[in-house]
């Protein structure tokens, strides 16, 4: 068997998503997610360019071959626009062995560690009030882990609650430029304590609740805030500290006894060397289409299991659902599984995405079909042509510029 073709299609089914198809010479196909939310073309051109003529022949039962080529054989290495191009290569290829043995890809895997996968799913609001019911209602759906992000007095627009209402930069909306955002970190570690003090009263002590500082904090900060929320018993406090810094991650474990999450913006094991080899961290939150595909994924989680670190998949809209099919098969397989985020996707996303994997209230699993279970309608594709977007911009009230 050869690989005889590579196609990268792009499409915006309500968010950019680029996927990657490996055909071979016996027709077997597979497909892989090589998404970069807000610089996809950047891997498009990366694949197209330097990537797939140089697998064209490849027999692509070598995955780890496959793997070694592209990251050791690029002088320029790592990185999110390389790792999310070897990704979607390494999950195809996954799908196609998947596919010739005839077997769902976790069990290619080893198999079963579980039946299902605890999901959690996304409440926000502006007030607290407002968070509130949006955890009750996702309660009410059957969720038993539940992210809650709050507005924080003052502003109009912050991360987690959506886009502003009549936000001062409106013509870079219009133009398509970043969204600026505003941002007080004193003005935050003072209202967030409230807001879970209150999620508390409201849900009791029977719902995991999470929390998303977004890399906005400094240690200190960070391990206040961390003592602040000791209270409530969060499931954890999800990147409070910029990962470029895991050394940090010391003085928040020295002070607070809240579980730590880190890991969606790091794309290779040697990202995560520090935090999870110190133990400094709690859950890892890697995923397949930014950290090397179902092979880094399933490395990274090795690695992590020897030091008590659990498996947490970062799974956003701009994840596409191939992505999120290939994590849950891992999520089955891992035996350090810790839980799965899931922030659902567009009606015209599924259906572009024909797929396996299902969802029964707060808990997803990925089927039983042969390979990953995820397909691209590729006719579908073209009605949604790529639309140039962007992540947010942030500032402090003094107009530095600040981490989004």
């Keep these: 068997m050869k690989i005889r073709e590579i196609r990268v299609i792009v499409a915006s089914p309500g968010r950019n998503f680029v996927t990657v198809k490996i055909v071979t010479d016996e027709g077997v196909y597979g497909i892989g997610d090589a998404t970069v939310n807000g610089r996809e073309k950047a891997v498009v051109s990366y694949l197209e360019d330097h990537v797939v003529p140089c697998l064209i022949d490849r027999d692509p039962m070598r995955i780890e071959d496959i793997w070694q080529y592209l990251y050791r054989g690029a002088y320029w290495r790592r990185g999110p626009i390389t790792m999310a191009a070897i990704s979607g290569i390494d999950t195809a290829l ?17 198999g079963a560690s579980r039946t299902r996968i605890m999901a959690y799913a996304h409440a926000q609001g502006r007030t607290i009030e407002d968070v509130a019911e949006a955890v009750l209602a996702k309660k009410e759906l059957g969720y038993v882990a539940i992210r809650a992000q709050a507005g924080v007095p003052g502003f109009e627009s912050i991360y ?5 209402r009549g936000a001062k930069n409106s013509s870079a909306r219009i133009k398509k430029l970043p969204r600026e955002e505003v941002w007080s970190t004193s003005k935050y570690l003072a209202h967030i304590p409230k807001v879970f003090e209150k999620l508390r009263d ?17 240690p200190i900060e960070a391990a206040r805030l961390g003592k602040d929320l000791e209270p409530y018993r969060l499931f954890w406090l999800e990147d409070p500290v910029p990962a470029e810094l895991p050394e940090g991650y010391r003085t928040i474990r020295a002070h607070t006894t809240t579980p730590i999450a880190l890991g969606e913006v790091f794309n290779t094991i040697w990202d995560a060397r520090v935090v999870i080899e110190e133990q400094l961290i709690d859950y890892i939150r890697t995923t397949s289409v930014h950290a090397g595909g179902v092979t880094g994924l399933r490395r990274i989680f090795d690695f992590a299991s020897i030091y008590n670190v659990r498996s947490a998949c970062h799974g956003p809209t701009d994840v596409s659902p191939v992505a999120m099919g290939a994590n849950l098969h891992v999520d089955l397989w891992v035996p350090n599984f810790g839980i799965q985020e899931y922030s659902g996707y567009t009606e015209a996303t599924h259906e572009m995405f024909p797929h396996a994997w299902t969802q029964d209230g707060g808990f997803l699993h990925p089927g039983d079909a042969i390979g990953h279970g995820v397909d691209i309608d590729e006719n579908l594709a073209e009605k949604y042509p790529y639309k140039r977007s962007y992540l947010p911009v942030n500032r402090l009230e003094d107009g530095t510029l600040w981490h989004w």
């Design 94 to 110: 996954w799908d196609i062995k998947a596919k010739v043995a005839n077997m769902p890809l976790y069990q290619l895997l080893g």
């Design 160 to 164: 987690g609650i959506g886009s502003a």
């Design 202 to 218: 409201v849900v009791g002590w029977d719902m995991h609740l999470l929390h998303d500082a977004h890399h906005r904090l400094t």
